[in-house]
């Protein structure tokens, strides 16, 4: 089992990125997947995250600019980041939580804002 997660890079304050992460595997039952991010010297928090109902949560910071969206059928969750800041810039990790094998977590793909 393992997730793949790409479209990470560099782009300038108030362009645009898209994460994509596609879980393979035999994955049983996923409850909710979703994006975390960690700078450095901080802690992994939350960006987004949506469950297998449908619903979403975002962090504050990141409301109105991020979405999130699944494809049940493929096992894949993307995020699209538009009017990127500079404290965007992080390390980001696909996220997934499923009853078989439980949490899983991507490699981590990087996402640089410059200003």
């Known amino acids: 089992v393992q997730l793949q997660a790409s479209g990470g890079g560099l782009v300038q304050a108030g362009g645009s990125l898209r994460l994509s992460c596609t879980a393979s595997?035999?994955?049983?039952?996923?409850?909710?997947m979703g994006w975390y991010r960690q700078a450095p010297g901080k802690q992994r928090e939350l960006v987004a995250r949506m469950t297998s109902g449908g619903s979403t949560n975002y962090a504050d910071s990141v409301k109105g600019r991020f979405t999130i969206s699944r494809d049940g059928a493929k096992n894949s969750v993307y995020l699209q980041m538009n009017s990127l800041k500079p404290e965007d810039t992080a390390t980001y990790y696909c996220?997934?939580?499923?009853?078989?094998?439980?949490?899983?977590w991507g490699q981590g793909t990087q996402v640089t804002v410059s200003s």
């Open positions: 595997g035999s994955i049983f039952s996923i409850d909710a």
């Open positions: 996220n997934v939580r499923a009853l078989l094998p439980g949490v899983l």
